[in-house]
């Protein structure tokens, strides 16, 4: 195979393997359309609050798992950091924009923790510890979530050696990812601010 066509199809894949329902599959092998109750949305929190904590938490791990596999291989696949970048993004684009649902997807948590999982893992772990502790303190899942893309995208610059030199590609994916899970959290915000956003407890 031809490093052009490793290229093309390298980021196809990791689309249609981002583009997966897990939630939505689930949730029709129990009779539901997670699309119709709760938010609306086939990501993990929706499906939790409609099912139960345990499916919620299978669709997280297989969510996690579609974005980390794509990223998995590229890095196997390339030596250099763009094509893993690239594959990464089709994964979270596939979730966000899946083609299987008429490109009406998550918003992109936690297929984006499974491509940071391989590609930064320390500053994963800063944004999952964030995302813990505001949720303990304030019970917003949605909030944890929106601080855990800051804390991201704040980890990177601190813990990459050249953030804007070698890393660029990381820091601009990063702020990117970013800024894609804050603006699918645009409802959540509206929300949060009228104080009518549901709390997780």
């Not at 019970?139 to 800051?150: D, E, K, N, Y």
Request: with cysteine; aromatic share 12%; net charge positive.
């Amino acid at each position: 195979m031809t490093n052009l066509l490793l290229n093309i199809l390298a980021p196809i894949i990791s689309y249609l393997i981002g583009s997966i329902p897990f939630g939505y599959i689930i949730a029709r092998l129990k009779g539901i359309d997670v699309r119709q109750h709760g938010s609306g949305n086939i990501g993990a929190t929706n499906v939790a609050r409609v099912l139960g904590k345990g499916y919620g938490v299978a669709v997280y791990i297989l969510d996690l798992t579609k974005g980390f596999v794509p990223v998995y291989f590229a890095s196997k696949l390339f030596d250099h950091p763009f094509p893993m970048v690239i594959c990464g993004l089709a994964a979270i684009l596939g979730h966000v924009f899946p083609i299987y649902l008429r490109f009406k997807g998550g918003k992109a948590v936690a297929t984006s923790c499974g491509v940071f999982l391989w590609l930064a893992p320390i500053a994963l772990l800063i944004a999952v510890v964030t995302w813990v502790v505001i949720v303990l303190c304030f019970r917003f899942i949605s909030l944890g979530s929106i601080a855990g893309a800051l804390a991201l995208f704040i980890a990177i610059i601190i813990l990459e050696s050249d953030p804007f030199g070698s890393g660029k590609y990381l820091t601009a994916f990063t702020l990117l990812i970013s800024l894609i899970v804050i603006i699918r959290h645009k409802s959540n915000i509206k929300r949060l601010l009228a104080g009518s956003e549901p709390k997780a407890w």
